[in-house]
């Protein structure tokens, strides 16, 4: 079963406190139990938060609200790529659906095209990321064409 990720940094975290000095990368994955490389990317991860502005989540019923009090926009192009990198290493499914409809030039109903109805058409569509033709047909919004773009330019597809 993989690491959960939180349990991996608390172990990073409390190793850290309780040595009291820098560490190389190699002895934390032995103090800690952790491979090496799960050392180095969640290392690579809080160096990044650090460099984050700073988050506020605010909890209530039934909802979670995240808000920041820094401009995430002031960073440069490269650190925004960057961050978000760090963040989402990989294309997630839906944004791989929205690049494939992007090379399709499915962004207009006259340009639509058809797709084979899954959880990740369903839950575009209940966002409206892409919109559906009357006869199934599926393009992008204006939304989802600013997400594919984006998307594109980050992970140079």
Excluded: C
């Excluded at 760090?86 to 058809?114: D, M």
């Excluded at 409206?128 to 998307?151: H, N, P």
Aim: glycine fraction near 6%; charge should be positive.
């Amino acid at each position: 079963m993989p690491l959960n990720p939180l349990h991996a940094i608390e172990k990073i975290e409390k190793t850290l406190v309780k040595t009291q000095k820098p560490v190389s990368i190699s002895k934390l994955a032995k103090k800690t139990g952790l491979h090496y490389t799960t050392v180095r990317r969640y290392v690579t991860l809080l160096e990044s938060v650090k460099k984050m502005p700073e988050i506020e989540v605010i909890r209530g019923e039934g909802t979670t609200l995240v808000r920041t009090e820094k401009d995430f926009s002031k960073l440069s192009p490269t650190e925004r790529m960057s961050v978000i990198k760090s963040y989402f290493p990989e294309l997630s499914a839906e944004e791989k659906l929205l690049i494939r409809l992007l090379g399709k030039s499915a962004i207009s109903e006259t340009t639509a095209v058809k797709l084979k109805g899954d959880r990740i058409i369903k839950s575009l569509l209940k966002v409206e990321v892409i919109r559906e033709t009357e006869d199934g047909k599926v393009y992008l919004s204006d939304m989802g064409y600013k997400m594919a773009k984006g998307a594109k330019d980050i992970y140079k597809q």
